[in-house]
């Protein structure tokens, strides 16, 4: 991925990270270096996202809160924040499709309502987490897949503007995840789509076109903390 791309993968995460916390009250930082929150993030979400290599690890713990349960999204995978009481969590791939022509999978629907918001984060699992703010950002697009009965059984978020849409919070109870990545593809077909992914996740989305582009690596300070994984 030229670094430009891979820049725009990370801040385009950051930005998703920035509203589902703002959904929360929690305002965010951002600027050159970073994206970060002062306070805990919510769960499965980082307290900050690095934006380009090279960040000095104390200057971005500083504005964190870094004690027990913090966690770092390190787009690069070049921090070593070993020495700050964190470990690795997991190692994961951005991952890039380039504008193209859409597949044959139909798109998926998006969710409009709070009501039809409830039960769609009830099936990804993330309950709570998702609140009605996210239906009203025009950046946000919230999807879902039924079936012939009306059941979801799968969705995905497009979070982003006109040239980059990054793809997240993607879930299936079916046993054909490269459906919903198909399903997702055709929802916006001409736009570049970034996001990550790591094993053995990362798999049904490369059959569905997209390409590993670098690694990143989240950190997680010492206690346990839900793996901020979007």
Same mark, same amino acid.
């Given at each position: 991925?030229?670094?430009?791309?891979?820049?725009?993968?990370?801040?385009?995460?950051?930005?998703?990270?920035?509203?589902?916390?703002?959904?929360?009250?929690? %305002?965010?930082?951002?600027?050159?270096?970073?994206?970060?929150?002062?306070?805990?993030?919510?769960?499965?979400?980082?307290?900050?996202?690095?934006?380009?290599?090279?960040?000095?690890?104390?200057?971005?713990?500083? $504005?964190?809160?870094? +004690?027990? +349960?913090?966690?770092?999204?390190?787009?690069?995978?070049?921090?070593?924040?070993? @020495?700050? +009481?964190? $470990?690795?969590?997991? #190692?994961?791939?951005? =991952?890039?499709?380039?504008?193209?022509?859409?597949?044959?999978?139909?798109?998926? =629907?998006?969710?409009?309502?709070?009501?039809?918001?409830?039960?769609?984060? %009830?099936?990804?699992?993330? +309950?709570?987490?998702?609140?009605?703010?996210?239906?009203?950002?025009?950046?946000? $697009?919230?999807?879902?897949?039924?079936?012939?009965?009306?059941?979801? &059984?799968?969705?995905?978020?497009?979070?982003? @503007?006109?040239?980059?849409?990054?793809?997240?919070?993607?879930?299936?109870?079916?046993?054909?995840?490269?459906? =919903?990545?198909? @399903?997702?593809?055709?929802?916006?077909?001409?736009?570049?789509?970034?996001?990550?992914?790591?094993?053995? #996740?990362? &798999?049904? %989305?490369?059959?569905? @076109?997209?390409?590993?582009?670098?690694?990143?690596?989240?950190?997680?300070?010492?206690?346990?903390?839900? &793996?901020?994984?979007?």
């Amino acid at each position: 991925m030229p670094e430009d791309l891979r820049t725009a993968a990370a801040r385009n995460n950051a930005e998703w990270c920035d509203i589902v916390c703002g959904s929360h009250g929690l %305002a965010g930082r951002t600027d050159a270096e970073a994206w970060s929150v002062p306070r805990r993030s919510p769960p499965w979400y980082p307290d900050a996202v690095t934006l380009r290599p090279g960040v000095d690890a104390e200057a971005l713990l500083a $504005r964190i809160d870094a +004690g027990s +349960g913090a966690s770092v999204k390190d787009s690069f995978a070049d921090l070593d924040l070993s @020495g700050y +009481g964190f $470990r690795v969590l997991f #190692d994961a791939q951005w =991952i890039h499709r380039a504008p193209t022509d859409p597949p044959l999978e139909a798109p998926l =629907i998006p969710v409009t309502t709070p009501e039809d918001l409830a039960v769609w984060a %009830a099936a990804h699992g993330g +309950g709570e987490l998702f609140r009605p703010a996210l239906l009203t950002d025009p950046r946000v $697009r919230v999807l879902a897949r039924h079936n012939d009965q009306g059941g979801l &059984t799968g969705g995905a978020v497009l979070s982003g @503007g006109s040239d980059v849409y990054g793809v997240s919070n993607l879930f299936t109870h079916t046993n054909n995840p490269r459906s =919903i990545w198909h @399903g997702v593809c055709a929802t916006l077909p001409r736009t570049t789509l970034v996001g990550y992914e790591s094993t053995p #996740d990362l &798999t049904p %989305a490369l059959e569905a @076109g997209f390409t590993p582009t670098g690694p990143l690596r989240v950190w997680l300070h010492d206690q346990p903390h839900p &793996t901020p994984s979007r």
